[in-house]
T-cell receptor, first 112, second 112 residues
Framework: NAGVTQTPKFQVLKTGQSMTLQCAQDMNHNSMYWYRQDPGMGLRLIYYSASEGTTDKGEVPNGYNVSRLNKREFSLRLESAAPSQTSVYFC???????????FGNGTRLTVT | KQEVTQIPAALSVPEGENLVLNCSFTDSAIYNLQWFRQDPGKGLTSLLLIQSSQREQTSGRLNASLDKSSGRSTLYIAASQPGDSATYLCAPIKSAGNKLTFGGGTRVLVKP
């Protein structure tokens, strides 16, 4: 019973490098989300996808791009990493408005 | 813009005491509100989802109340146990885009 799976679990990047964070859910959920969690700032929404084929900006989208590859997968790309993007990134999904949000275990990213 | 505040930020109690965690939000036009638990180094786990039409929701030792008009929700945890030690977050959701806004959390320590 996997739920929401995120890869990698940990990553260290140098400033300017690029990478893609992967997220997959096996619950046939329509909506998927990317959040970042920083001390003192809480969880902030980066991008979300209300359904397959659609994506929208959240509160802090600058420096990120997303792809909703299919119903299962929602990836987050950092084109040119910056130290300000050091954070813990969480992917989440939900089936409908009345159902709870399910989270992955996070990706801990450090940009030096 | 929805702002969510959780008070207190941290709480330490002896085992067996009841816990009262508060959440306030500025925009009362919400669809529902979720309470989550986060253990160190882990993702978030949904505890309770309370619909805007409900006054409260219960699951085992957990009870969440919602007063939408005043922008408040309270999570009660009865007869606390050391295993309840975690950070608890609340997140109201507006219908548009199914987006949640998170509070900063209350870090709970239950001492044996």
């Amino acid at each position: 019973n996997a739920g929401v799976t995120q890869t990698p679990k940990f990553q260290v990047l140098k400033t300017g490098q690029s990478m893609t964070l992967q997220c997959a859910q096996d619950m046939n959920h329509n909506s998927m989300y990317w959040y970042r969690q920083d001390p003192g700032m809480g969880l902030r929404l980066i991008y979300y996808s209300a359904s397959e084929g659609t994506t929208d900006k959240g509160e802090v989208p600058n420096g990120y791009n997303v792809s909703r590859l299919n119903k299962r997968e929602f990836s987050l790309r950092l084109e040119s990493a910056a130290p300000s993007q050091t954070s813990v990134y969480f992917c989440a999904s939900t089936g409908e408005l009345r159902s709870p949000l399910h989270f992955g275990n996070g990706t801990r990213l450090t940009v030096t | 813009k929805q702002e969510v505040t959780q008070i207190p930020a941290a709480l330490s109690v002896p085992e067996g005491e009841n816990l009262v965690l508060n959440c306030s939000f500025t925009d009362s036009a919400i669809y529902n509100l979720q309470w989550f638990r986060q253990d160190p180094g882990k993702g978030l786990t949904s505890l309770l989802l309370i619909q805007s039409s409900q006054r409260e929701q219960t699951s085992g030792r957990l009870n969440a109340s919602l007063d939408k008009s005043s922008g408040r929700s309270t999570l009660y945890i009865a007869a606390s146990q050391p295993g309840d030690s975690a950070t608890y977050l609340c997140a109201p959701i507006k219908s548009a885009g199914n987006k949640l806004t998170f509070g900063g959390g209350t870090r709970v320590l239950v001492k044996p």
